[in-house]
């Protein structure tokens, strides 16, 4: 069984800057996709980035060039770092760790309040 602990949310004014950690439990983090995911009030859990296991990443358009996704395999944990922020970025924002060829795996961190402020 794996943890994520997401940490770093919080109130921004827009055009801020906030930075989103995930901490993984286990041995496993390595070897699976890292994924941020948000979901506003209202509105369906979307994408927002991700980044593979070799450090492939992938962002959402409404986040290009905004945010930046990172990992770091020593510590077991993920980053995000968001700049220019938007009233629109505000969501809770969830870790997800996954890895869709067998063995799968897919882990939620609990998440993390993002509010901007305009």
């Known amino acids: 069984q794996v943890q994520l602990a997401e940490s770093g949310g919080g109130l921004v004014q827009a055009g801020g800057s906030l930075r989103l950690s995930c901490s993984a439990s286990?041995?496993?983090?390595?070897?699976?996709?890292m994924a941020w995911y948000r979901q506003a009030p209202g509105k369906q859990r979307e994408l927002v980035a991700q980044?593979?296991?070799?450090?492939?990443?992938y962002y959402a358009d409404s986040v290009k060039g905004r945010f930046t996704i990172s990992r770091d395999n020593a510590k077991n944990t993920g980053y995000l770092q968001m700049n220019s922020l938007k009233p629109e970025d505000t969501a809770v924002y969830y870790c997800?760790?996954?890895?869709?060829?067998?063995?799968?795996?897919?882990?939620w961190g609990q998440g993390t309040q993002v509010t901007v402020s305009s």
């Open positions: 286990g041995s496993i983090f390595s070897i699976t996709t």
């Open positions: 997800n760790t996954n890895r869709r060829s067998a063995p799968t795996y897919d882990y």
């Open positions: 980044i593979t296991s070799s450090g492939r990443p």
